[in-house]
């Protein structure tokens, strides 16, 4: 998925791959565990599907409307559609569905996903967020968290960037909590870091600690009427289910 690129012309069939680094550090966000059900409803280049292979599912189908995709011969199954004519039965569906959608169909692109799967995570223009049309949407299905990209990816040969800025959204069907959103920078020359916002994008705010051994942050999901204890989550997808009731004198123990 990419903007129109400046003065230029897009390409058919939106032949914008995803850069291999970016998808590795975007599956690696998610904390993917193996032996999932996993779908790539737009393989492309095959960034997503190899990135994807690495966390060792059961099922990875790549799906990508183009026959000449490269992607389509990286998956365990490859389907050669359109995403959005495919109905998977009930014993087919996804543990998750994760990838980088055409830019013109990207809201159709994840509304079909958050029916055939139990998580997705796009990469999708910041701009998703905006319009007054997507309003509705929006107040039906918030994310759970959202990367903003703190560099701008290309998704062209001459390594150009377009003018839109980036970010995965990650929806959950099982979650109900306040939108996460932290920056992410993946270009480090260091391991690629997200840095938490400290706040909910939906919801109240509430003031979040550190960890006092390595200064993760640790993000309350809400507050007590007293305001004496909080739940806290892990900010690490990976640790999502971890909870532990504190005082808020109490040091915070690292999870």
């Known amino acids: 998925m990419s903007a129109t690129r400046r003065g230029g012309i897009r390409e058919s069939l939106d032949r914008y791959y995803t850069p291999p680094d970016l998808a590795r550090v975007l599956v690696d966000q998610l904390g993917i565990g193996p032996g999932l059900a996993i779908c790539e409803p737009s393989a492309g ?6 990135a994807l ?73 910041i701009g998703f967020l905006e319009s007054a049309k997507r309003a509705p949407f929006w107040a039906d299905h918030p994310c759970r968290r959202i990367w903003a990209l703190s560099e701008r990816p290309s998704f062209t040969s001459d390594g150009k ?40 994008v939906v919801g109240r705010a509430h003031a979040s600690r ?23 989550e892990c900010p690490l997808v990976q640790c999502d289910k971890w909870r532990v009731p504190v005082t808020v004198e109490e040091d915070l123990a690292c999870p």
């Not at 280049?45 to 190899?50: C, I, P």
Request: proline share 6%; net charge negative.
């Open 45 to 50: 280049g095959g960034a997503f599907v190899e």
């Open 53 to 125: 292979a690495a966390t060792k599912p059961a099922r990875l189908v790549a799906v990508d409307v183009d026959p000449s995709a490269p992607g389509l011969t990286m998956g365990t199954a490859s389907v050669c559609a359109d995403f959005l004519d495919l109905e998977w039965s009930t014993r087919c569906q996804f543990d998750w569905i994760v990838g980088n959608p055409p830019y013109r169909d990207a809201l159709a692109h994840v509304l079909h996903a958050l029916e055939q799967g139990g998580r997705v995570a796009f990469l999708l223009r």
């Open 161 to 200: 960037t377009d003018a839109a800025a980036y970010a995965l959204f990650y929806w959950d069907n099982q979650y109900s909590g306040p939108t996460r959103l932290d920056v992410l920078s993946w270009k480090s020359d260091q391991m690629a870091t997200a840095t938490s916002t400290g706040l909910p």
């Open 210 to 232: 550190a960890c006092q051994a390595c200064g993760t942050r640790l993000i309350p999901t809400k507050e007590k009427a007293d305001n004496y204890f909080a739940g806290l």
